[in-house]
């Protein structure tokens, strides 16, 4: 069974930095693309980072470009979402999804705030 968790989410003060995790199982992410959305209260989800197409260099929303990376660890099976200045506009549950298989985790609660 294809599955994805993601882990990491907190609560964390402005200027802060959280890195997300999404472990895979039941496939191989090495070969797969991946990206992380949020959705915040009231709000669409929205696009955040992510490294869809293998061999190319990842995408930033524009809102986190500078502030956030993305990276694999294919050791661990493993994508994450490095944030470092935190901002309260960061809140939002993160999701992680792997776009060929149209897989998504179930989500991790960020909540950026002083």
């Known amino acids: 069974q294809q599955q994805l968790v993601e882990s990491g989410g907190d609560l964390e003060r402005p200027g802060g930095s959280l890195r997300l995790s999404c472990d895979g199982s039941?496939?191989?992410?090495?070969?797969?693309?991946f990206e992380w959305f949020r959705q915040a209260p009231g709000k669409d989800r929205e696009f955040v980072a992510g490294n869809p197409h293998l061999g190319l260099p990842p995408d930033y929303a524009d809102s986190v470009k500078g502030r956030f990376t993305v990276a694999r660890d294919q050791t661990k099976n493993t994508v994450y979402l490095q944030m470092n200045n935190l901002k309260p506009e960061d809140t939002a549950v993160y999701y992680c999804k792997v776009v060929a298989l149209r897989l998504w985790g179930q989500g991790t609660q960020v909540t950026v705030s002083s």
């Open positions: 039941g496939f191989t992410f090495a070969l797969y693309g």
